[in-house]
């Protein structure tokens, strides 16, 4: 069983940057997709970003293309979300989670992942 344990949440302004981390533990993740998802006030859990086992496969919501980034370490079992001009609709809780896909996928829906972190809050301010 993997346990995932995000970091890095925040307040910022809109228009600024956060960086949020994924440690994993229990297993080595290097086998597993990564994802984000985020869930805001009201809102149902919806997908942000994931990342194949390689790194060779990226996926990003519309709402985030050009403005997140997603990477990871296998070495240090770690996923990183850096999200750059960011806006009050970022607000949410954002999630991590993984996903155990060595065929190379990054999917979006969040059935094929069977782990996941608390979260992290995550509020961009106007």
């Known amino acids: 069983q993997v346990q995932l344990v995000e970091s890095g949440g925040g307040l910022v302004q809109a228009g600024g940057s956060l960086s949020l981390s994924c440690a994993a533990s229990g297993r080595s993740v290097s086998t597993y997709a990564m994802g984000w998802f985020r869930q805001a006030p009201g809102k149902e859990r919806e997908f942000v970003t994931a990342?194949?086992?390689?790194?060779?496969?990226?996926n990003y919501a519309d709402s985030v293309k050009g403005r997140f980034t997603i990477s990871r370490d296998n070495a240090r079992n770690t996923v990183t979300l850096l999200m750059n001009s960011l806006k009050p609709e970022d607000t949410a809780v954002y999630y991590c989670?993984?996903?155990?896909?060595?065929?190379?996928?990054?999917?979006?829906?969040?059935?094929?992942?069977?782990?996941w972190g608390q979260g992290t809050q995550v509020t961009v301010s106007s």
């Open positions: 989670a993984a996903g155990f896909a060595p065929t190379g996928r990054a999917p979006s829906w969040a059935p094929d992942y069977n782990s």
């Open positions: 990342i194949n086992w390689s790194g060779s496969v990226i």
